[in-house]
């Protein structure tokens, strides 16, 4: 079985400040906001609506930072999926967070270097690229 989702690496900025947006999972992880493509939904138009779902974070679609791809093991049925997921850049234009309990603990802002030091705790090994993506088109290296 095949399943393609979309997210984003959000970002705003505070008093010229860069913030990333990370997510704690159900499991305790770290990780960016995504989720699947709905029927008759552009991979663009799927971005934004789980950013907003997951997060109550209203954003701009910028470009595109990466696909990665991985296969997990359905919960329920036990199938072995294969999964695509599309990562863009997002500029926030709100700010409040709605945490979408039901699939999420938590949702915070963080600096930059938080963020990849959170990232490299307790994240998925699949983001990294996505993040040091992300920080480099601020010009941060890590």
């Known amino acids: 079985m095949k399943e393609v989702s979309a997210g984003g690496v959000v970002y ?13 999972d ?5 990780t960016l906001a995504k989720g699947k493509q709905e029927l008759g939904e552009t991979i663009e138009e799927a971005a934004l609506r789980e950013v907003l779902e997951e997060t109550g974070i209203r954003g701009v679609l910028g470009e595109k930072l990466d696909t990665i791809y991985y296969d ?3 919960a ?26 039901e699939e999420i603990n938590d949702v915070h802002w963080y600096t930059p270097l938080e963020a990849w030091a959170l990232q490299q705790e ?6 990294d690229d996505v ?11 890590v």
């Open 72 to 74: 997990y093991q359905h």
């Open 12 to 24: 705003r900025f505070h008093d010229e400040e860069l913030l990333l947006l990370l997510i704690e």
């Open 122 to 127: 307790r994240g998925y090994r699949n983001n």
């Open 76 to 101: 329920v049925t036990g199938e072995v999926v294969n999964k695509e997921v599309h990562y863009f850049l997002v500029e926030a234009y709100t700010t409040e967070i709605t945490v979408q309990v």
């Open 131 to 141: 993040l040091r993506k992300a920080l480099q088109h601020f010009g941060i290296e």
């Open 26 to 30: 159900r499991y305790g992880k770290v």
